[in-house]
């Protein structure tokens, strides 16, 4: 799979080839600039890509009719590193997507509560967004998106402006979804430590270079692979 912006001449992802899987836990890496978020807004379903395909569950996503995309993009969701919240309050973005859906009735409020509660973020129900850090900002894009159940999910920096209290809160969250079945994948520059990565997807330039996965390969090779800082 490649894929180029508009703007550039260049490609952003070049002969990419992988897969992210229910029940898994996946973390990107790679130097900044190395195309991690493209990458995960490619899978996600966000990007189209310029050439090769994205395959859903066996299907062709964007050889898809409209409706049945539209089927499939319901089980995948993105979530940004810098969050867009709707104008209100808490609780209105987090029940957001479920009322797009249809549902938004006391169900999809009680729904709501049980994921808030679990990242403390129910006693902020009323608070106006606005007045939120940036930590309760990106909670807030997280539960969001965790309401919808969806069976996979893509996380984009997560822990960036996370103190240690919610950093422990969203990955025991995140432990707890890969239980029940949702595939999660988290581009980060940091390991994630605490929480059982299944596999780690290593890019540079714009293409895949390394995959390591559970075990002694993996969890002793962490600390070798790149995080961050400039493009090589």
Known sequence: MWFRYPSTARFSLTGISTSFRSGELTLVRGPNGAGKTTLLKVAGLVYRPSAGRVVVDGEDFWSLDEGRRLARRRE??????????????????????????????????????EVMEELQLWELRDVDVRKLSAGQAQLVAVARALVLEPKLIYLDEPLAHLDEERRLLLLKTLERIRRRGAGVVVASHQDLEGLGVDRVVVLSDGRLVRELYSGDQLHGSLNQLPTGGSRP
């Open 76 to 113: 995948v969701v993105y979530v940004h590193e810098r969050p867009v919240l709707i104008r209100g309050r808490v609780l209105d973005n987090v029940v957001y997507g479920l009322r797009l859906r249809g549902n938004g009735g006391s169900g999809a409020v009680e729904l709501c509560r």
